[in-house]
């Protein structure tokens, strides 16, 4: 079985930190595309980060230089370490993986930041940055 579960979210000042986990089971974690997406209310699902099978990473250009993503394969857990954090920041981060059960992507591309090509999503975890 698919499982996907974030924790971390929180309230944080402008100007703060969090760190996002991502923990994960029933799939080869290692070896396939994951994704950190977020949705504010009001507003469509964005893609944030993404790292491929390759250990290759993107982020969305609102994000670069603030956020990283980082994997830990033992622990089968994605991570999002957010500094700096906006008040545009707010909202619900869910980490996402793409593909089907027998065969899930090993690369993030094409439309790496396409919320309608993930398959799998977590509940989310609520990022609260007060202004």
């Known amino acids: 079985q698919v499982e996907l579960v974030e924790s971390g979210g929180g309230s944080v000042g402008s100007g703060g930190s969090l760190r996002l986990s991502c923990a994960t089971s029933?799939?080869?974690?290692?070896?396939?595309?994951m994704a950190w997406f977020r949705q504010a209310p009001g507003k469509e699902r964005e893609g944030v980060a993404v790292i491929d099978g390759g250990n290759n990473i993107q982020y969305a250009e609102s994000v670069k230089g603030r956020f990283t993503l980082f994997r830990d394969n033992d622990k089968s857990t994605m991570y999002l370490q957010m500094d700096s954090l906006k008040p545009e920041d707010a909202a619900m981060y869910y980490c996402a993986t793409r593909g089907s059960r027998w065969n899930f992507a090993v690369w993030c591309d094409p439309l790496a930041f396409d919320a309608g090509k993930y398959s799998y999503w977590g509940q989310g975890t609520q990022v609260t940055v007060p202004s």
């Open positions: 029933g799939f080869p974690f290692s070896r396939i595309c």
